[in-house]
C-alpha cells in the first residue's frame, strides 16, 4: 500500500474508530467522527483565538507545544472563582478534560499541535 506524504501544518488527519486515518481539509470544529490530530503555527493571540473560549464535549483534548511556549487558561468550574493556569513550553503537553472550556495566549511565536475529537465543538467570546 502506497502512503501520501502529509504536511500536517496544511491538512489534518482524522483517526477513526474502524483503524482508518483520513487526511483532509483541517478543521477545528464540525461533526466529523473519530479524532483529528492538527498542527499549526502561531505568530500572535489572534492565531489561536485568544479571545474566545472552547469546549470539546465529546472527549478530552491533548494540546502539546512543539516549539515556543503558551499560557492555556481554564475557566473556572464554580462562579466567582479564578481562571486555572497552565504555562506549556516546547515539548510539553496538557491533557484537557471532557467539557472544560479553555483558550491559548502566546508567550511567543509556537508550533503546536492538538489531538481530540471535534463533535459538538463549541466556542463562545471572553467577556470583556
Not at 481562571?83 to 484537557?96: F, H, I, K, N, S
Request: proline share 4%; charged share 30%; hydrophobic share 40%.
Amino acid at each position: 500500500m502506497e502512503s501520501d506524504v502529509v504536511n500536517l501544518f496544511e491538512r489534518g488527519v482524522r483517526l477513526l474508530a474502524d483503524g482508518r486515518l483520513l487526511t483532509e481539509q483541517r478543521r477545528m470544529q464540525g461533526d466529523m467522527d473519530g479524532w483529528t490530530v492538527a498542527m499549526f503555527h502561531a505568530e500572535t493571540d489572534a492565531d489561536v483565538h485568544g479571545d474566545l473560549w472552547e469546549m470539546h464535549p465529546a472527549g478530552d483534548e491533548l494540546v502539546s507545544v512543539l516549539t515556543g511556549g503558551i499560557r492555556m487558561y481554564l475557566r473556572p468550574e464554580t462562579v466567582g472563582a479564578t481562571e486555572d493556569l497552565v504555562r506549556l513550553t516546547a515539548g510539553r503537553a496538557y491533557v484537557v478534560p471532557r467539557g472544560r472550556w479553555h483558550r491559548l495566549e502566546l508567550d511567543e511565536p509556537s508550533d503546536l499541535m492538538s489531538i481530540g475529537p471535534r463533535r459538538g465543538t463549541q466556542l463562545e467570546r471572553c467577556a470583556v
